[in-house]
């Protein structure tokens, strides 16, 4: 990987990471992160989920995702962090600044030719999240769980029978038809809020559905897109000469660097790492 000619990217943008999650492919993402060079990096939202960490599960290979962004914003590539739903305890330090790294709530970019681009989770467009907490993190647990099934079914998929990996949520999602009218509801709604503030493009996260389309209504038209998510699809936002395309990990030729662990660490390991990048990049 280190003797590999590192992709050019204008702007990468990633959510739904999900890092504390049996679910996160960090491997893959860290492989992915090493085969760009981008200006900017966008988290946006859930990228390190709050609400299932007490589980102290953190693996080496999602310490090495947080390493890695921090030292990309060590040699001044611009990180927006987007707050969300899963780590809502840091929205309350938006704007707050680290060298090359920032929180925000949402952000707005003016790209070329004076296009404004809006980014933001989109969990604002979520009623369970709004007015019904405890049925979100309710659900936050099953899908978790889920996910772990899926994982352990995938291991005896892919190393017994030789077969290709399956998403059991993603299947779920793409069948029902109230899961695929919410994720039609949500895009309309990202869409309309765009069209409502003249901004060219509006990027979202939180419904795991990578995405690029123009929605036209009567009010006026606007290019939606979404990054996708690092549990199913394995997928992220890539915008470099003006033009916007969606990277899927599976599908693209990346060499896998061996990461050798899933040895966990404890939470009192973790943040002791954290504040250590934190001053490697206070002193850049």
Partial sequence: MKNKIKRKVDIVVLSDVHLGTYGCHAKQLLNYLKSVNPGIIILNGDFIDIWQFKKNYWPKSHMKVVKHLMQLASKKVKIYYITVNHDELLRKFSGFKLG??????????????????????????????????????????????????????????????RKDRVSFSKTIKNSVKKAICYINDFEQAAANFGILNQYQYVICGHIHQPQIRKIETEKGSIVYMNSGDWIENLSALEYYKGCWSVYYH????????????????????VFQNLLQEFKILERA
């Fill in 100 to 161: 090359s790294f920032q929180l925000e709530n949402k952000l707005l970019l003016q790209l070329d030719n004076n296009e404004q681009a809006l980014f933001f989770h989109g969990d604002v467009f979520d009623v369970t999240i709004q007015y019904s907490r405890w049925i979100a993190k309710l659900g936050a647990y099953g899908y978790d769980t889920l996910i772990k099934v899926n994982t352990l079914f995938n291991y005896i998929n892919q190393n017994i029978f």
């Fill in 250 to 269: 599976e599908k693209n030729s990346v060499t896998e660097e061996n990461i050798s662990e899933e040895e966990e660490l404890c939470s009192k390991l």
